[in-house]
């Protein structure tokens, strides 16, 4: 199956652009659909909570209609769309404070207790995901919670391959010691706060 | 408590570093010669590489991602004002079902159609279709076979005129003497003629390099038509496909240079299926 986006993906959603610049009403929403539920996704983790990520993946989607138009196609349909996202999601999450929230689960659980014991160390995984620098947030949402490789999540988010897979490791380590893996006594340094340890490094 | 051999190495290695060294060694790259010399940070290094797969099975623990909302499936494309020229006839928005159910269909077009003109050229346009088509149940379902490939050579100046042409092109071709038999003529065999600027479009491979610009390799299901005319005095091949929606098809026009890397699209329209 051709993913939205890939080689053959990536003909077709730009044959859909086109159409859409030629005055085909259904032809962007098509689009869009093609990759909803990625944008979702990259929303939704990013965010942590669900009002939060429908007003950003719909912001993200009307300033795509509008900048549809002067798509010069140097990068991949699906790139650009999702580019529109994280920067969406960032821009919301600068304004306000993430709520993160766990889902409900659509069938009750054999035992609540372990339900609740589970959606606790879910809440606690979202908060320390939201307690992240956005860079970092941003990078493993898209390579470790939506399946971006390193090479297109580099491509969204406008910085080398390199730049990534930092930010990505950063993020993991600092959420190690954020969810309490990471304890070393003999520590030689405390663990600086988020905002000392902005990563991005090449 | 740790000893540094050399005084470069006083400095302890922070979370940051230790990160950026993991991250370079997945690379192949050598771990700071710190490491090496320092128990407290090689101990804490170490600490690091285990605690970050607990890290990753964290994450994978996360609850699945929830379904679309349905308020992001409406259309974020404004509705037409009163006064605005509408071509064709205004359809409800497409759900993300639908959408996603129409790009699959135009996936299975793909390998329908391909399969088709393998048949048109190997021998005949109404041939038997179950002798070489290998795609059998997307394919047999539509009936390659009997797909409906025209060469009317007509020149349809807008999608309504499309619209109006449907029940026509989704009709077999005409079999009588005259224009169809002689513009069928290159689709039953006969190599193309060299000023058609079409020629390659009625080639298999030139097809379906085509077709796969529009679309997907996996498709289920086939063409309804094609007609190999002209838009706005363009030479055009039009496509005819389902559409999601029983009631509607979708009609793609491509020009002559349509390849698999550039669809050269001329139009791209929902119209409603004639009824019969």
């Keep these: ?202 | 408590m740790s000893e540094h051999p050399d005084d470069h190495l006083d400095v302890h290695l922070d979370l940051e570093a230790m990160a950026d060294a993991l991250a370079a060694a997945e690379d192949g790259a050598a771990l700071p010669g710190h490491l090496l010399g320092c128990a407290a940070c090689a101990t804490r290094f170490d600490a690091l590489r285990v605690a970050l797969d607990a890290v990753a099975s964290d994450l994978a623990g996360l609850p699945a991602v929830p379904a679309v909302p349905a308020g992001l499936r409406r259309s974020v494309v404004p509705a037409p004002s009163p006064g605005a020229t509408t071509v064709l006839p205004a359809t409800p928005v497409a759900s993300l079902d639908e959408a996603r159910s129409r790009r699959a269909r135009l996936v299975l077009a793909a390998s329908g159609l391909a399969a088709a003109a393998v048949l048109i050229v190997g021998g005949g346009l109404l041939l038997s279709h179950n002798a070489t088509d290998t795609r059998t149940a997307a394919t047999s379902a539509a009936s390659p076979g009997s797909l409906p490939v025209h060469d009317s050579g007509a020149d349809y100046r807008s999608p309504a005129a499309l619209q109006a042409a449907l029940p026509g092109l989704l009709s077999p071709p005409a079999t009588t003497p005259g224009k169809a038999a002689a513009t069928t003529a290159p689709l039953h065999g006969v190599a193309p003629a060299a000023t058609d600027p079409l020629a390659r479009l009625r080639t298999p491979t030139g097809l379906q390099s085509c077709l796969a610009s529009l679309t997907d390799p996996a498709n289920t299901s086939a063409p309804l038509a094609l007609d190999y005319a002209t838009y706005k005095g363009a030479p055009a091949l039009v496509v005819v496909l389902p559409s999601a929606k029983p009631s509607k098809l979708d009609i793609w026009v491509v020009g002559a240079a349509c390849t698999q890397l550039e669809s050269d699209l001329l139009l791209y329209v929902k119209a409603d299926r004639p009824t019969k």
């Design chain 1, 1 to 202: 199956m051709t993913e939205p986006g890939d080689g053959d993906g990536d003909a077709q959603d730009r044959a859909l652009l086109a159409a859409h610049a030629a005055g085909e009403p259904h032809a962007f929403d098509d689009l869009l659909g093609r990759h909803r539920q990625r944008m979702w996704a990259v929303a939704i983790r990013t965010l942590g909570d669900p009002e939060d990520a429908a007003d950003a993946v719909q912001d993200a989607s009307l300033s795509a209609y509008r900048a549809a138009a002067s798509f010069r196609g140097d990068a991949r349909v699906t790139t650009w769309l999702h580019r529109i996202v994280v920067n969406a999601c960032l821009d919301r999450a600068r304004r306000q404070a993430v709520r993160p929230t766990v889902p409900m689960p659509e069938r009750p659980p054999a035992d609540p207790r372990d339900e609740l014991a589970e959606r606790e160390t879910q809440l606690v995984v979202q908060l320390a995901l939201a307690g992240l620098p956005e860079e970092q947030r941003a990078a493993i949402v898209l390579v470790d919670l939506t399946g971006f490789s390193v090479e297109d999540a580099a491509a969204i988010l406008d910085v080398p391959p390199g730049t990534v897979k930092s930010r990505c490791f950063r993020a993991r380590a600092r959420l190690a010691v954020s969810l309490g893996h990471l304890r070393n006594p003999e520590s030689p340094e405390p663990v600086p706060p988020a905002a000392d340890l902005e990563g991005g490094t090449a």
